[in-house]
Structures are given as C-alpha cells and as structure tokens.
C-alpha cells in the first residue's frame, strides 16, 4: 500500500488547521492566497521560523515562517500583551501556532494513514541564515494574510518507506548489518 | 470554592492562555502553580496540593501520558483529576489517555466555551 496526499488535499488540509488555530486562538483571521510548491533545498533566509517534525506511515516536516513584525503581532493577540520586540515569549508563541497547525494537521492524516508523532517544536529567529531540508521532495507552501502581514505554513510529506529518496545525492544512509 | 491548579505545558504561551481561558470560563481558581513538563509537574505536586490539572501530552523528558500513568499509581495523587489539553486528537491517543485514567481531553486549538464545558462536572 503506498501513502500519499495530494497537493491540492494538503493544501486544502493546512487551510482548514491554520484558519482553526487563528480564529479559536488568536481570534483573527487567516486570509490563504495562491498555494504553490517549492524545491525543499532553499528555505526562508530571514524572520522568525518554527519546525514540527512528522513521522509514522509518512515522515515529513511542516514550518510556519512571518516577519518579525507578524510574530510579535501574533503574540500578542495570543498572550493579550504588547510585543516590540521579538522575545522568548513570542518565539514561543510562534512555535505553539506551528505546533496547533500542524497538529491539527497530523489529525486529519491520522484518520486516513494510521498513527503519527510529532516532534517538540523549534523556532529559529534571525537575519541572513540559510535552511536547507535534507529532501529532494517538494514542499506545498501556503501563504496566508494575517492583519495586512504574509506568513506562509509549508509542509512536506513522503512515505516513510522511502527514506532514502529523503537524501540528497552524496549522501548515505547507514544500515545495520 | 476555590481550586488549586497546575497547569503541565512546555509552552510558556499555552500556560498563560490556559490561564486567561480558565478566568474567561469563570472558574474558580484559587493558587494556579505550573510546570514545563512531567518530570516538573511531579516535583511541584511533592510540595504543594492542587485539586485540577491541566496537561499537554507532547512534551520533553517526560510527556503527559507518563505523567498521568504515573499519578494515577500514586495514592496521594490518584484522585486529582486530570485534563488532557493537547494538539493529539488522534483517536488512538484520547483512548490511551481515557484508559489511563484522565478525567477529560480537550484539542487545541480550544476556546474558553470548550474548557468551561470541558470542567463542569469535575471541579
């Protein structure tokens, strides 16, 4: 049996995660725009991004990445304090928003695909970095306007039994035996 | 009266909000005590006395489903009841927290109706 979810399904599946969390959580609201697909290679470069790592029948990653400026704005409405200044409490904000949508997310893959676990969220927050994924998949990136600000979820997702697509050429993966 | 509560979350945010929530749903609170995991929770629970927690299941060094195992093999702490509150809504894992003992189960993301409805009944 192979899994897979189409792009239009998981762009359809973040859609409904990320208008939930922002209207029951943050109550605002999450406006998407046109869903594309990205080489996984090149990431975002600057503002704040928060990782959720998948795994089970199918492996993956989802990231939520905004401004600066969006974070502190997302915090706020979240924490009902002024935010200025990015500041642990909303890198930590953010990585609970990544951590809703893409829990909620895992939910809907759950009923179709069987048990999933998801990682403890990671922020990263700073200027001029590079992310690069170790997948040669594509990514379904989705953005959404929230308060006149772009953020954008992502999310690839591949079969677990094929990890060894997940690896860049030159890279190995090491079995035992 | 008033319930003494610890609130288990690894997120700092998640433990602000649910304190903002239980406020909003009208709860009694009395002292809210937190901590960021299971190893924590236990710690806290050693000195002080509360009658409601609150736990995320998804957390570092010890996740909420040991943490509500391991109260509910210990006398003093048994009787405490437990509310789930968690981005794990997958059925497998409702059933293994209803199994071991926990007094509730609420997705997030949640509103401060769902928590009240959520608590009526077992504070």
Known sequence: ?177 | MAVDILIVDDSAAIRKILQRVLLQAEVPLGKVHEAGDGVEALAKLSVEKVGLILSDINMPNMDGLELLGKLKSTDTLKDVPVVMITTEGGQAKVLEAVNLGAAGYVRKPFTAEQIKEKLVGII
């Open chain 1, 1 to 177: 049996m192979r899994f897979s979810i189409a792009h239009e399904d998981l762009v359809e599946r973040i859609t409904i995660a990320t208008r939930d969390v922002f209207s029951m959580m943050l109550g605002g609201e999450a406006v998407p725009g046109a869903s594309r697909t990205e080489d996984g290679g090149v990431g975002p470069t600057e503002g704040v991004v928060a990782l959720v790592g998948l795994t089970g029948p199918l492996v993956g990653t989802g990231s939520v990445c905004c401004s600066p400026e969006l974070a502190c704005r997302l915090a706020g409405q979240m924490l009902m304090t002024e935010y200025h200044a990015v500041d642990n409490d909303v890198l930590d904000a953010v990585g609970e928003v990544a951590n809703m949508i893409i829990g909620n997310l895992k939910t809907t893959i759950e009923d179709q695909f069987g048990a999933m676990w998801l990682s403890v969220p990671t922020v990263v927050y700073g200027r001029n970095f590079t992310t690069r994924s170790m997948g040669r998949h594509n990514w379904t990136v989705v953005p959404f306007t929230c308060d006149g600000m772009e953020m954008q979820v992502q999310m690839f997702l591949t079969e677990a039994n094929d990890l060894t697509k997940l690896m860049r050429p030159g890279l190995t993966v090491l079995q035992k035996g």
